[in-house]
């Protein structure tokens, strides 16, 4: 399924179930933001969107606890996890998705809450084991498989 059929998916349930969604993306750079916005009509269920590639950033912007990262650095479940809750919270939204990663090893991490069946989970996808893949190639695998995932789990509650 392409992203925009993703997406089509994604914004009809939303819409029915009048959610709205929120995004922190590292690893994406913001190319989850730009799939769900290429819909007319998108404001209907995208309140907002960061790039936060900076630790500053995933802490200003993003609302991770800076103790958290001096904990555990910025690649890590308890990390995207953050994201995907706060930027949901700080942009009065019903869904957060938040990436983090390095293309390089092709190892990226995926936050995703959902307010109202209180669901938070993190997926770690190592995109580079059977081939290396350019970085553009894993921000765009990246980005189909978080519209992927928050489809299979808007399908599901």
Do not use: P, W
């Amino acid at each position: 399924m392409s992203n925009q059929q993703l997406v089509e998916k994604i914004f009809e349930i939303c819409a029915k179930k009048k959610y709205t969604i929120a995004t922190a993306e590292s690893m994406t750079g913001g190319r989850i933001a730009s799939e769900l916005t290429a819909l007319n009509g998108s404001s209907e269920i995208f309140t907002a969107g960061v790039v936060c590639y900076s630790e500053h950033s995933k802490v200003h912007s993003a609302g991770v606890d800076i103790r958290l990262i001096n904990e555990v650095g910025v690649y890590d479940e308890k990390i995207v996890a953050q994201m995907a809750e706060r930027i949901a919270k700080r942009n009065v939204a019903d869904i957060g998705i938040s990436t983090s990663g390095q293309a390089d090893t092709g190892k990226v991490f995926f936050g995703f809450y959902i307010k109202e069946h209180d669901i938070l989970q993190t997926e770690i996808i190592h995109f580079n084991n059977e081939k290396i893949y350019t970085r553009n190639e894993v921000q765009n695998m990246a980005t189909t498989f978080a519209l992927s995932y928050i489809l299979d789990i808007l399908q599901t509650v």
